[in-house]
């Protein structure tokens, strides 16, 4: 089985701060490896993932993820986090094995200081 | 227009009553999926299709039904709603294990 935990439902950061959201997961098989944001009254939309390959994952807006495999982790990071980066992140993982589905991790909520 | 549409986007209804939300997507998707969010729960899966012919339980299908009209259409029934199911709910579709999903911009419940 899969599952993804996610350290800290509320980060705080001030503007032009490093953003760091944490995301473990847990896959018996490769795992593809999903962020994703949400704003207020608006559905899911994709920052970033990771399937194969480079393990540095640059995505939109700025926001980029290593997966690293010895630590289960895939960390989101921003050098400098922008007041328009205040909204709500999801983790998720998946994989080819099964007729899978997507695991979701239960959210961070980012929230920017002026 | 959106890639995923959901209808209604919101919905106020009583206990025991029956309610169907639709999804329609133009993505060309085989994988359809619908999830529940709940604050601090994150998304659960409720029910996926990865063909017409294919309807799968997710993690907490009790109280749903749903219904593979066509490629493009999925639609979620609770047959007697109860105010637990108090949600927000997500359509989404993806490509493959691999691919993101894409969202639909969600269905708000309310059992009063």
Same mark, same amino acid.
């Given at each position: 089985?899969?599952?993804?935990? /996610?350290?800290?439902?509320?980060?705080?950061?001030?503007?032009?701060?490093?953003?760091?959201?944490?995301?473990?997961?847990?896959?018996?098989?490769?795992?593809?490896?999903?962020?994703?944001? /949400?704003?207020?009254? /608006?559905?899911? /939309?994709?920052?970033?993932?990771?399937?194969?390959?480079?393990?540095?994952?640059?995505?939109?807006?700025? =926001?980029?993820?290593? =997966?690293?495999?010895?630590e289960t982790s895939f960390h989101l990071t921003k050098?400098?986090?922008?007041?328009?980066?205040?909204?709500?992140? =999801?983790?998720?993982?998946?994989?080819?094995?099964?007729?899978?589905?997507?695991?979701?991790?239960?959210?961070?909520?980012?929230?920017?200081?002026? | 227009?959106? @890639?995923?549409?959901?209808?209604? #986007?919101?919905?106020?209804?009583?206990?025991?009553? #029956?309610?169907?939300?639709?999804?329609?997507?133009?993505?060309?998707? @085989?994988?359809?999926?619908?999830? #529940?969010?709940?604050p601090g729960l994150g998304l659960q899966l409720i029910?996926?299709? *990865?063909?017409? $012919? @294919?309807?799968? $339980?997710?993690?907490?299908?009790?109280g749903y039904s749903v219904s593979r009209q066509a490629?493009? $259409?999925? &639609?979620? &029934?609770?047959?007697?709603?109860?105010?637990?199911?108090?949600?927000?709910? *997500?359509?989404?579709?993806?490509?493959?294990?691999?691919?993101?999903? *894409? *969202?639909?911009?969600?269905?708000?419940?309310?059992?009063?």
């Amino acid at each position: 089985a899969q599952s993804v935990t /996610q350290l800290g439902s509320h980060v705080s950061v001030s503007e032009g701060a490093l953003v760091l959201l944490r995301c473990n997961y847990s896959s018996s098989v490769p795992p593809y490896l999903f962020w994703y944001v /949400q704003y207020p009254n /608006q559905g899911l /939309q994709l920052l970033l993932k990771y399937t194969t390959g480079a393990t540095l994952v640059k995505g939109i807006n700025g =926001f980029e993820a290593e =997966f690293k495999k010895s630590e289960t982790s895939f960390h989101l990071t921003k050098p400098s986090a922008h007041m328009s980066d205040a909204a709500e992140y =999801f983790c998720a993982v998946s994989s080819d094995s099964g007729t899978y589905k997507y695991i979701f991790g239960t959210g961070t909520r980012l929230k920017v200081l002026a | 227009d959106a @890639d995923v549409t959901q209808t209604p #986007r919101n919905r106020i209804t009583k206990t025991g009553k #029956r309610i169907m939300l639709e999804c329609s997507q133009t993505k060309g998707h @085989d994988r359809m999926y619908w999830y #529940r969010q709940d604050p601090g729960l994150g998304l659960q899966l409720i029910y996926y299709s *990865f063909d017409v $012919k @294919d309807i799968n $339980k997710g993690e907490i299908s009790d109280g749903y039904s749903v219904s593979r009209q066509a490629q493009a $259409k999925f &639609s979620l &029934s609770l047959e007697s709603a109860i105010p637990n199911q108090t949600a927000l709910y *997500f359509c989404a579709t993806s490509s493959g294990a691999s691919g993101e999903l *894409f *969202f639909g911009e969600g269905s708000r419940l309310t059992v009063l």
